[in-house]
């Protein structure tokens, strides 16, 4: 059963949110994402506890009267305009022709299919050693002596005793996709430098520390047939199409011609300066004359 735009969702201290509440804040969301949105309690909550916050709070508002300042009208007024630039994107890139994507998709892969592959996978164990706790020639010392005793003694077991990462609690210092561009630099150098399942690093520093890898798993990128990828190849292509084509349009707005009031223009430096603070009084005598002269 489809419920009336008008049905009540929730209220909360005189405000109500209606189902065409809820409906026009998912307006800034692409159609496609607004089930994923809904499809989930927690967000659910969030977004109705939010609308009527905000409610709440205009109407707390509007009570003061403050809808009927000037300044505050034409902010409402420009957050409307807001609204209608965001609908207009959103309606300019559903409109968009990018011709057969399927069809340029598939000449991408065929040009190229090892850009398509499943990347190398490298996973590996650490140790970290901070400078938090230590001088940064204390930890680099530390963690030479741990390189040393790593090549004889369980790798586990020294990431328990003497890792400075927080996250060994619950993983016991393995790293997943250790050599990727998530990772800082030098640290995912020498995971892709690891061969062999039990291979060890030289010491490494980063900014987090200086770092022992062992190498756990390494699996050498695999080829994937055009069927393994063709809906992501598609829907990737889809969106850096679409997004060019509209910045390619929003840019084509910002490149016309301006013409500027430069006197108005000038006025904005010093339009919302604070006035200066009024000179205090001088002190006042007291009512009953103590401290001042006698006139006698």
Not at 107 to 117: G, H, K, L, T, V
Not at 157 to 171: F, G, H, M, T
Not at 234 to 239: F, H, S, T, Y
Request: aromatic content about 4%; cysteine-free.
């Amino acid at each position: 059963m489809r419920l009336e735009p008008s049905t009540v969702v929730a209220e909360r201290g005189g405000a109500k949110v209606t189902l065409a509440d809820v409906d026009a804040a998912l307006l800034k969301l692409p159609r496609g994402k607004r089930a994923d949105m809904m499809n989930s309690p927690r967000r659910i909550e969030e977004t109705i506890s939010q609308l009527l916050l905000t409610r709440q709070m205009a109407n707390e508002a509007r009570k003061q009267e403050l809808d009927e300042n000037a300044d505050i009208k034409r902010a409402i007024e420009l957050a409307a305009e807001g609204v209608l630039g965001t609908q207009y994107i959103l309606n300019y890139r559903l409109d968009l022709d990018l011709g057969n994507i399927e069809l340029l998709a598939r000449e991408r892969y065929d040009a190229n299919p090892s850009a398509f592959d499943m990347p190398e996978y490298v996973s590996a164990y650490h140790i970290l050693i901070d400078t938090e706790k230590r001088t940064d020639e204390e930890a680099a010392e530390l963690a030479e002596q741990l390189r040393q005793r790593a090549d004889k003694e369980d790798f586990v077991q020294l990431v328990k005793e003497y890792s400075d990462d927080p996250s060994k609690a619950y993983n016991d210092g393995l790293i997943p996709d250790a050599a990727s561009s998530k990772m800082a630099a030098e640290f995912a150098d020498a995971a892709a430098n690891l061969e062999k399942p039990g291979d060890l690093s030289p010491v490494v520093k980063t900014q987090f520390g200086y770092h022992i890898l062992k190498l756990d798993t390494r699996k050498a990128a695999t080829p994937r047939s055009w069927e393994q990828v063709k809906d992501q190849a598609v829907a990737r292509l889809q969106a850096t199409l679409s997004d060019q084509r509209v910045k390619e349009h929003v840019d084509q707005m910002r490149s016309m011609a301006l013409d500027a009031n430069p006197d108005a223009v000038a006025s904005l430096r010093t339009r919302y300066l604070l006035a200066p603070a009024p000179a205090a009084a001088p002190a006042a005598a007291a009512k009953s004359g103590a401290g001042a002269k006698s006139a006698d």
